[in-house]
């Protein structure tokens, strides 16, 4: 499985967090806008992006281990609300996708497929 991949190289998910927001900035600095670190700098900005980069994987792990029930179906549909207050617009998701399948090319190599 993709999660249990990523998870042996670090299981709190820094490392992998890391290489999608530094693939994500530097595809699209304005990006940092939309998050709620933005306005931070030393290591409260690295605080709060190591917690936001945690509840993203752990949120993506469930989403995968869950894909195709009602119950993520529910959840991923009020993920997409909450998020669509953030101002998050589908482009914005086109840009996550690019930055995290680099991230994984990176991550896992060649073993990416």
């Given at each position: 499985?993709?999660?249990?991949?990523?998870?042996?190289?670090?299981?709190?998910?820094?490392?992998?967090?890391?290489?999608f927001?530094?693939?994500?900035?530097?595809?699209?600095?304005?990006?940092?806008?939309?998050?709620?670190?933005?306005?931070?700098?030393?290591?409260?900005?690295?605080?709060?992006?190591?917690?936001?980069?945690?509840?993203?994987?752990?949120?993506?792990?469930?989403?995968?281990?869950?894909?195709?029930?009602?119950?993520?179906?529910?959840f991923?549909?009020?993920?997409?609300?909450?998020?669509?207050?953030?101002?998050?617009?589908?482009?914005?998701?086109?840009?996550?996708?690019?930055?995290?399948?680099?991230?994984?090319?990176?991550?896992?190599?060649?073993?990416?497929?």
């Open positions: 499985r993709l999660m249990d991949r990523l998870r042996t190289q670090d299981a709190t998910y820094k490392k992998q967090g890391a290489v927001f530094e693939n994500l900035f530097m595809m699209a600095p304005e990006s940092l806008q939309l998050f709620p670190f933005k306005d931070d700098s030393g290591e409260e900005y690295q605080k709060k992006l190591r917690k936001h980069v945690a509840v993203i994987f752990k949120t993506l792990d469930e989403v995968i281990s869950k894909w195709g029930s009602p119950e993520n179906d529910r991923l549909n009020e993920l997409g609300a909450r998020h669509s207050n953030y101002h998050v617009i589908s482009a914005h998701f086109q840009l996550i996708l690019a930055a995290f399948t680099e991230a994984l090319r990176s991550l896992l190599g060649v073993k990416f497929t």
